[in-house]
């Protein structure tokens, strides 16, 4: 499609960009793509100069944030509309051009996100994106298909194009003019979060975010940060990056008894989940601290729109899972 721009941040993994180039051709031999080989060490540059010579290549020496690269990707690219996608996907059937339907379809919409299924399961979602990510009130994020690590089925249950409050950067659709007005996204954000604080900026904006059940995706999962072996790094990012969204969410007088609830349960997951969660918030709250009593009198703290609060799951989605048992997105009951 000549009105989007496919652009995708590669660390090492000849195979794993192969196979998504492939499926990305396959499915539409004029795509225009746009790659970023971020700090790469291995054969991935030479092999895709050879196999895949359509394609624009970019080349960093100090290792980027998704953020930080994915900005740089948008400021190359000239077109309408930019599809950021992850390296360790393979792409279904018309899938770039069914988030772009959906988009035109929603006068209001500046991102769309395609449905993202398990590559290693076909038959399942897959934990980053799923059918479509919320909040609750305290932040934390889940998905149509996925609430904590409790990953259903695919069985349709979700085929319905629906507005959603945030949509995953491992396949998303966005407006490039309204990326850049909005600030794109948040480099302090290193990696994960981003793309739900920049969703979350956005319906605060009056703008829209939108799920495409028409265009599917298959991805591996966190494949340059396990392959890394770098878990720690990644729950660390996780920790804070969920509070910095929420900090910026809205105004600084609602976000306190907020911020107090989501810490309180914090501490009781650190209990539960001492290693996992535990010590990666522990770490990650000097940080949070700082930049909650530094920066909050300089950011702007927006009003929080009706129709967003709507959006928002009004009670903790972790109490109703952990103690109410609610493992599917059909078992919360909210307007």
Not at 78 to 85: E, R
Not at 106 to 125: G, H, L, P, T
Not at 261 to 282: H, M, N, Y
């Amino acid at each position: 499609m000549k009105e989007v721009d496919i652009l995708i941040v590669h660390l090492n993994g000849a195979d794993v960009i192969k196979n998504c180039l492939q499926s990305i051709f396959d499915d539409d031999p004029s795509a225009r793509v746009k790659l970023l080989f971020n700090a790469t060490t291995d054969e991935s540059p030479e092999f895709v100069r050879k196999k895949f010579p359509k394609v624009m290549s970019y080349h960093t020496k100090e290792r980027w944030g998704f953020a930080q690269a994915s900005n740089f990707l948008v400021k190359k690219s000239k077109n309408k509309y930019v599809i950021f996608l992850n390296n360790d996907v393979v792409v279904g059937k018309n899938w770039a051009i069914e988030l772009l339907k959906t988009l035109k379809r929603n006068k209001n919409c500046v991102a769309v996100q395609s449905k993202i299924k398990s590559y290693y399961r076909r038959d399942y979602f897959e934990h980053a994106g799923a059918a479509g990510g919320f909040v609750d009130q305290y932040g934390y994020p889940f998905c149509r298909g996925r609430i904590f690590d409790v990953v259903e089925k695919d069985t349709k249950q979700y085929d319905n194009e629906i507005r959603i409050f945030w949509g995953c950067g491992v396949s998303l659709l966005v407006d490039r003019n309204y990326f850049i007005k909005a600030g794109m996204f948040d480099e302090l954000f290193f990696m994960y979060a981003e793309e739900l604080d920049f969703c979350w900026r956005a319906n605060n904006a009056g703008k829209e975010i939108w799920f495409s059940p028409k265009s599917t995706i298959y991805h591996m999962g966190s494949f340059s940060v396990s392959n890394e072996k770098i878990n720690f790094k990644k729950e660390y990012f996780i920790s804070r990056n969920h509070y910095l969204a929420l900090i910026k969410s809205g105004p600084f007088s609602h976000i306190l008894g907020l911020l107090f609830g989501k810490t309180i349960l914090e501490l009781i997951s650190l209990v539960r989940f001492p290693i996992k969660r535990g010590i990666p918030f522990l770490m990650s709250l000097p940080y949070i601290i700082y930049y909650l009593v530094s920066q909050h009198k300089n950011m702007h703290h927006p009003t929080i729109r009706k129709e967003v609060r709507k959006m928002i799951y009004p009670r903790s989605i972790a109490l109703d899972h952990f103690l109410k048992h609610k493992c599917k997105y059909s078992n919360l009951k909210w307007d």
